[in-house]
């Protein structure tokens, strides 16, 4: 039985699927904030080393 493997997308055709967005125009001149899903509080932080963290 041939196993199948899908091809994935091109970064072009990838980035019309996805939806993109700059952390940096996100936050604005903030370095956190808070997204709801389902009721759900999220608090997204950019950290002193410029990284992302997503907490719950």
Known sequence: MA???S???AP???EEAVR??????FLG???MAR???DGE????????N???ILTK
């Open 20 to 25: 993109v967005l700059d952390a940096r125009e």
């Open 7 to 9: 091809i994935p997308p």
């Open 50 to 52: 410029d990284r992302l």
């Open 29 to 31: 001149d903030k370095r």
């Open 41 to 48: 509080v999220y608090t997204l932080r950019l950290t002193k």
């Open 12 to 14: 072009n055709e990838l």
């Open 3 to 5: 196993c199948e493997h």
């Open 35 to 37: 997204l709801v899903l």
